[in-house]
């Protein structure tokens, strides 16, 4: 699979995009190297983590995700050749875009990541509570001494966004180039038609996490059984969803047409919206990147991607 670019950045990259959420959480050091190597022979170059990732559970305290890519990073020599995002504002012991709080979590993720930049750094999400401008500021003053390469935002309204760019464009700003939201085949109201001719018209990249709903969309819950899986509970209420099974019916009929997964065929289907360059998804094993990978070099055609986008209307 070819690498594409990034928004307007300099930034050639895969369009499977890792989660780093699972490391340090369902997979452990060794594993989560296996999955990272696995990734990388592949022609994978793209890792997405955050400090917050994983406080949630019991024993961590967040960074964890961090410092193994970081250790990764270091045991195989390959920094210069991945694309690193990570993410400021929701860790609960650093939470919000006070401007202190941001220069001090930026250093603390670059020392676990062992490296004196990253590619991509988020406002994990917004904080009404700090002044837009305070916040500009800084990220833009991290981008001017190298910290950071490029700004985005995640988890950021359409107001909040357009608000947010006419600062950085009024005090001649780095602004935000990419943005993440829950995005898939059926949660789409984070991505409505109006934000994406937002972000089509000032190149902005849309890069969409929970791209297989927690695993709903892989379509092995549909007998009720969410077990083996850390995320499966939360499957529960699209299960019990009409509108929701009907529309994983037909992408199971579209993945069998392609004698394809529906894992693969819903990220292939994400893949055709032309402001997502790269989609986000993670894995506990080696294993599990096969299907994910081979969701980026599936083609669909025009009549299977218009069943797809008419297969679920959000309240």
């Known amino acids: 699979m070819e690498r594409v670019q990034l928004a307007d950045t300099n930034l050639m990259v895969h369009p499977l995009h890792l989660g780093g959420n699972p490391f340090g959480w369902g997979a452990d050091r060794d594993q989560s190297f296996a999955v990272l190597d696995a ?3 592949a022609g994978g170059n793209f890792i997405d983590t955050a400090d917050a ?42 939470k919000g875009l006070d401007p202190a709080n941001i220069r001090k979590c930026i250093d603390a993720s670059l020392r676990r990541l062992g490296t004196d930049h990253v590619d991509v750094y988020y406002a ?13 500021e800084t990220f833009d003053a991290l981008v001017r001494t190298g910290k950071v390469s490029y700004l985005g935002a995640s988890n950021f309204t359409l107001d909040r966004l357009q608000s947010a760019m006419k600062i950085s464009a009024k ?23 109006q934000k994406q001719a937002y972000l089509r018209a000032n190149g902005i990249a849309e890069l969409p996490f929970h791209s297989l709903a927690s695993g709903f ?16 509970e939360r499957v529960a209420d699209f299960l019990e969803n009409q509108e929701a099974l009907r529309a994983l019916e037909i992408l199971h009929d579209v993945a069998s047409a392609h004698n394809a997964s529906m894992t693969a065929t819903t990220l292939a289907w994400q893949l055709t919206h032309d402001f997502i360059p790269s989609t986000i998804a993670s894995a506990r094993v080696p ?3 096969t299907e994910l990978l081979a969701g ?11 069943a797809l986008n008419e297969a679920w209307v959000e309240a």
């Open 53 to 94: 990732y994983s406080v949630w559970v019991e024993g961590n305290s967040g960074g964890e995700s961090e410092t193994i890519i970081g250790e990764w990073m270091a045991s195989r020599g390959n920094r210069d050749d991945m694309v690193i995002a990570t993410k400021v504002g929701m860790h609960p012991k650093h």
């Open 171 to 193: 005090y001649s700003l780095a602004c935000y180039r990419v943005v993440q939201d829950r995005y898939n085949l059926v949660s789409r109201s984070a991505v409505d038609p």
């Open 296 to 306: 980026t070099e599936l083609q669909l055609a025009d009549d299977e991607i218009t």
């Open 217 to 232: 969309l892989t379509g092995k819950h549909t007998g009720g059984d969410s077990t083996g899986s850390v995320r499966g």
């Open 39 to 41: 990734y990388a022979e």
């Open 287 to 289: 294993e599990q990147l």
């Open 124 to 136: 994990h999400t917004d904080d009404e509570n700090v002044d837009q401008v305070a916040v500009a």
